[in-house]
């Protein structure tokens, strides 16, 4: 019979690999692992963290830009975005980089439906992935908590 | 109207105008009277005098103070017209009514319309306003004429006549008028009553419309209200119970009945009924018309209370029964079950679903209680199905679990039974080795020592013996650890060619005594230094050229090594790819020995199993060397046969194994891991990164720091020229913002630093590296450009490019 350890170790492999493959991360998530030692053992858990809140407020100022029905500010609704797009290919956040590129376009051409909608699947997407990760790091935890080591996931 | 007319109190009753005796002389009562008297007189005095009688004497009347008054009137000579005959009414109670009801008429013709403004002020609509004023008009002036009419019973002055006359004429005007305008009025009024009674018919509809919505509601809350009864149990009896209570509580059903097809499906069982508690089991055949018609159609059918279905109780002399309707309930075969799709058109199995209307209440099935039943039935059935979905998973799971548990088991006691014999093995391969090691060693001493020629056969003897007995014992073990997979292949870089050379003149002595002699071709583009098992290819070369020698008496035995490309001859079962630096390395052993039966030869590869000629048989071996070498080479990804053409022809041993070539030419092994020197050079290396992204300025810092740098970290170009120093060896700033003035802070740190070598390198950090871009970054005077995202190993490498060359353009 697994041990706990041992259930939980492969749980959190299987789910690692599956946000991998599903899209949700890409390989810089991988090296930002990389940078987790013993010296910053939270590095990982602070920087998403960080670009959640990011996300956050980025996403409440286009929001607020695009409120204003009639003028709205594509040029700060396109920096927004820039800065978004830098952040989630930091960080490693696939599908949010990808959303990014499709609402820059939107943002470029001044397409309001456009930017309406790219800013809702954004949002949808940054908290599905912000789910996802705190599955994952709630995991990691439970592992540690376990007395287990967490396994080196390699895709 | 009335014209005032002559009321003649006293009739004259005289045959001739001779003797007109008018005797007056008695009281009159009122003034009023009086009056009236007066007129009379004077109508008569005038009658006498149109008709030139002689008057002799008229007095004027004079009135008493008491009321009487005298008349004499002499006698005449008159004849007597029968035509003027003045009626004079002795009923003054006539004139009293008729002066009240004037009053009265004038006070109704006043009040008409005053009623008729004040209703018609409270009612907001009332469209025909210039009507209501001519109407009022008329009638004001009608009373108004009445109210006149009042004065004129008695005498009256001119003015009142006046009066009167003016009011008849208005009142003639405005009647006239009234009456050519109600010709257009009455219409519109009558048409308003045709469109009230249109608006009521339409009201009567909506209103039935609504009580046949409200009924289909109700329906269908209840339809709602039965399905989650029905599916909120997953239980067959308890879904099949539910719905027929439900449906006989919802439709007022006398008898609700379900009849369940048996197993062999040619009758159908009565299986519940809703009021008799303890239904008699009993069947009908399947085949009825009737039921082949319910089942046939999806729909509800009405059928005859009387076919073999609906008859459930006994017949207790009721005169009418209540209607019946039958529905089909489509089952489900719990066997076949497909889980993709729907068995609507798989499954034959229904159930009847009968349901009764109360006897002798004259009550009909109605379109909307069949619909319900209808989609009851759906219901039911559906909920079947899940039920039976949940027990077939159920029975699964079980088996599963069984299975599982059953596997467990196994598992548990295979692996005790392994590790008991890896204990064993273990126990009896040290204790065995101890005693054998004694045996050889003491023996081989013996074998120095000063013996006998019997004594040095009998040692030689048990010498070989022993030998052999610990070659078995290795075998044995090495086998078993083979066998379970325990045996590791030990990498190393070795010399192939070298390896053969050994092999050779390990088995050289052997051969020259059996003087055979053994060639060894080495294919000139086999690889000298290979990376390997030496140990284990060495004893499978070994095993196969030592079975070569072994089993030929005569003829020569060659060793050919190659490089094997794919279209070399091999088993139809094992294709030779030679992948990136690895590559397969054949041996061809042939010789012309004793050669074996092809019937054998899968034999060969079995543990202990030895082909019978007595030629085998004497040179020994224990049978298990060609099984483990085989073992061997397929740990070596490779492959191994024996081809022979017969008895006394030879056989030919070959095998492939897969091998590494290797990169250095020295024997020491070569790392595959490349060794970490970064620490080294970039401990404590300052640098400062600039970015506006929280998120990115985190992710760069971490790797620095990973790296060993110490690392500042600004968020705009003015911090970043405040902080900037000639400490700072790199700067890594972030020009994805769009806009030139990202570059403009490298010309600043320029200007900053005259000096060259105090300078800090710049390197851009950018998401596309494009030509445009390094054009850029290389005119504003930039050292590198990095792309975004970074990965480890490329800062790393930049990092010590950088550092040595001082510039940098290839980072990607």
Redo the contacts between chains.
């Keep these: 019979?697994d041990t706990l350890v041992a259930q939980l170790q492969r749980q959190f492999r299987d789910y690692t690999i599956s946000l991998y493959h599903q899209g949700f991360l890409d390989?810089?998530f991988t090296?930002?692992k990389?940078?987790q030692?013993e010296?910053?053992p939270d590095?990982v858990a602070?920087?998403v963290s960080?670009?959640f809140e990011?996300c956050e407020k980025l996403i409440g100022n286009m929001a607020r830009a695009l409120d204003q029905t009639g003028n709205v500010d594509f040029s700060l609704v396109?920096?927004s975005v820039?800065?978004l797009?830098?952040?989630s290919?930091?960080?490693?956040a696939k599908r949010v980089k990808g959303l990014c590129v499709t609402f820059k376009e939107c943002c470029d051409s001044q397409s309001f439906e456009g930017c309406v909608r790219c800013l809702q699947q954004v949002d949808i997407e940054y908290k599905s992935l912000k789910a996802k990760l705190q599955d994952l790091f709630n995991l990691e935890q439970q592992i540690v908590q376990a007395g287990g080591r967490i396994p080196q996931v390699d895709i | 109207m009335l014209e005032p007319e002559l009321k003649l109190l006293y009739r004259i009753n005289a045959q001739s105008w001779k003797d007109i005796n008018v005797d007056v002389n008695h009281k009159v009562e009122s003034r009023l009277k009086l009056k009236f008297l007066e007129l009379e007189l004077k109508l008569l005095h005038c009658l006498l005098t149109f008709t030139k009688q002689n008057v002799i004497e008229f007095d004027p009347l004079h009135i008493n103070p008491n009321f009487s008054i005298s008349v004499t009137v002499s006698n005449h000579m008159m004849e007597v017209c029968n035509c003027i005959e003045p009626q004079w009414p002795a009923d003054e109670l006539l004139m009293k009514y008729q002066y009240i009801s004037d009053f009265f008429i004038a006070v109704a013709y006043f009040s008409i319309p005053l009623e008729l403004i004040y209703f018609v002020k409270k009612s907001a609509v009332f469209p025909y306003r210039w009507v209501l004023v001519q109407f009022g008009a008329f009638i004001v002036l009608c009373g108004a004429t009445h109210l006149i009419n009042l004065w004129t019973f008695t005498t009256h002055s001119r003015t009142v006549a006046l009066v009167m006359t003016t009011a008849k004429v208005l009142t003639a005007v405005v009647s006239c008028a009234t009456a050519l305008m109600l010709v257009h009025i009455i219409p519109d009024l009558l048409s308003v009553k045709t469109r009230e009674l249109f608006l009521k018919n339409k009201a009567a509809e909506l209103d039935r419309e609504m009580g046949l919505i409200r009924t289909q509601e109700e329906t269908g809350r209840h339809v709602r209200m039965l399905t989650h009864e029905i599916r909120s149990t997953l239980d067959r009896h308890t879904i099949l119970k539910t719905t027929l209570v439900e449906l006989g509580r919802t439709l007022a059903l006398e008898e609700c009945a379900l009849w369940m097809p048996t197993r062999t499906g040619l009758e159908l069982q009565l299986s519940y009924t809703l009021r008799q508690q303890h239904p008699v089991e009993y069947t009908v055949p399947i085949q009825l018309p009737v039921i082949n018609q319910v089942f046939g159609t999806s729909r509800a059918v009405k059928i005859s209370p009387n076919s073999p279905v609906a008859r459930l109780r006994p017949v207790s002399g009721k005169y009418l029964l209540g209607e019946v309707v039958a529905v089909r309930v489509p089952l489900l075969h719990l066997s076949n079950f497909q889980i993709n799709d729907w068995p609507e058109l798989s499954t034959k199995r229904y159930a009847l679903m009968v349901l009764m209307l109360p006897s002798d209440s004259a009550r009909q099935w109605h379109v909307h209680e069949l619909e319900l039943v209808e989609v009851v039935a759906d219901q039911v059935a559906v909920a079947l199905s899940h039920a039976a979905i949940l027990e077939e998973s159920m029975r699964a799971r079980d088996l599963l679990m069984e299975q599982n548990v059953a596997l467990d088991i196994a598992r548990r006691e295979a692996e005790t039974a392994i590790r008991a014999r890896n204990d064993f093995l273990a126990v009896m391969n040290h204790e065995m080795r101890t005693p054998m090691h004694a045996i050889i060693a003491l023996s081989s001493l013996l074998q120095e020592t000063e013996l006998t020629p019997e004594q040095r056969l009998m040692v030689e003897t048990v010498l070989k013996s022993s030998s052999l007995l610990a070659t078995l014992m290795n075998d044995v073990l090495d086998l078993s650890r083979l066998e379970d997979g325990s045996l590791q292949l030990e990498l190393g870089t070795f010399n192939l060619h070298t390896l053969f050379r050994e092999v050779l003149n390990l088995i050289k002595p052997i051969a020259v005594v059996k003087k055979l002699p053994i060639t060894l071709n080495l294919a000139p583009d086999l690889p000298e230094f290979v990376v390997g098992d030496e140990k284990r290819l060495m004893q499978i070369i070994l095993n196969i050229v030592g079975n070569a020698v072994k089993f030929s008496k005569q003829g020569s035995i060659s060793v050919t090594a190659l490089v094997t490309k794919s279209d070399n001859r091999a088993p139809p079962d094992f294709f030779v790819v030679p992948t990136g630096s690895h590559f397969y390395l054949r041996v061809k052993v042939k010789d012309l020995g004793a050669g074996i039966n092809p019937q054998d030869i899968p034999k060969l590869f079995t543990k202990f199993a030895q082909t019978q000629s007595l030629a085998t048989r004497s040179s020994g071996g224990s049978g298990l060397g060609l099984a483990i070498s085989k073992r061997f080479v397929n740990l070596m990804e490779g492959n191994i046969w024996i081809e022979s053409e017969g008895v006394g022809k030879g056989c030919t041993a070959i095998f492939d194994v897969k091998l590494a070539i290797s990169n250095e030419s020295k024997q020491s092994g070569i790392p595959k891991v490349p060794a970490n020197p970064q620490h080294v050079n970039f401990a404590g290396l300052k640098v400062l990164v600039m970015d506006e992204n929280g998120v990115s300025r985190m992710v760069t810092k971490g790797l620095l720091v990973h790296l060993g740098c110490e690392v500042t970290t600004v968020s705009s170009n003015e911090e970043c020229l405040r902080v900037v120093s000639h400490e700072h060896r790199v700067v890594f700033m972030d020009v994805c913002t769009p806009g030139v003035e990202n570059y403009q802070i490298a010309l600043r740190i320029h200007e900053k630093f005259t000096k060259r070598h105090q300078r800090p390198l710049l390197v851009a950090l950018t998401g596309n590296t494009d030509k445009s871009t390094k054009e850029k970054c290389m005119s504003f005077g930039l050292d590198g450009v990095l792309l975004k995202p970074v990965s480890l190993d490329n800062m790393r490498n930049v990092l010590s490019d950088l550092l040595e060359h001082r510039v940098l353009y290839e980072a990607m």
């Excluded at chain 1, 290919?89 to 490693?92: K, L, N």
């Design positions: 019979m390989d810089q090296e930002l990389k940078l030692d010296c910053s590095f602070e920087v960080l670009f990011d396109g920096s820039h800065q797009k830098g952040s290919s930091s960080v490693g």
